[in-house]
């Protein structure tokens, strides 16, 4: 790096590429505080929520969906299952794929996990007008894609 060149810390995309950082890693903060009573944790949180939008997902369709390695999903499933929150079946075409769906218990939890998550965002974001919210969410979603699209480059 030569005299002329600016610092990364001085560039503008550079703090918002930290302060989108520093934001990521306090919100999963104080989600997994919020969640604690109910003993779940926020990769637990993706799990359920995901299950209660698409009933019968396979495992491989999960883990796509929450960007994560089938090895994270055959170390958090297990556990899920072994506290009844979900059950695992056979595809009924195939059986070699196997399909995700909350019981009972899991459904009622999800529902619990939802109610806190809505709560703490509201808490978070309510002195920031809608509009805003709306534009941080487009420029997220624009970061999103732009990322993904890194990331299917280097494949």
């Not at 550079?14 to 989600?31: E, T």
Request: net charge positive; charged share 30%; with cysteine.
């Amino acid at each position: 790096m030569n005299k002329n060149q600016a610092l990364p810390w001085d560039h503008p995309r550079f703090k918002s590429w930290v302060s989108v950082g520093r934001a990521c890693q306090l919100m999963q903060q104080a989600l997994t505080r919020a969640l604690a009573p109910l003993d779940i944790k926020p990769p637990h949180l993706d799990i359920l929520v995901n299950l209660y939008r698409f009933e019968a997902i396979s495992q491989q369709e999960l883990a796509r969906k929450l960007l994560v390695g089938r090895s994270n999903m055959s170390m958090l499933l297990p556990q899920m299952e072994k506290r009844g929150l979900i059950e695992r079946r056979a595809d009924a075409r195939d059986k070699r794929i196997l399909r995700l769906f909350l019981t009972d218990k899991g459904r009622e939890l999800t529902v619990r996990a939802m109610a806190i998550q809505t709560d703490l965002i509201e808490r978070i974001l309510s002195a920031t007008p809608i509009e805003d919210c709306l534009l941080m969410a487009g420029t997220m979603e624009k970061l999103i894609t732009r990322l993904m699209s890194e990331e299917t480059a280097g494949e």
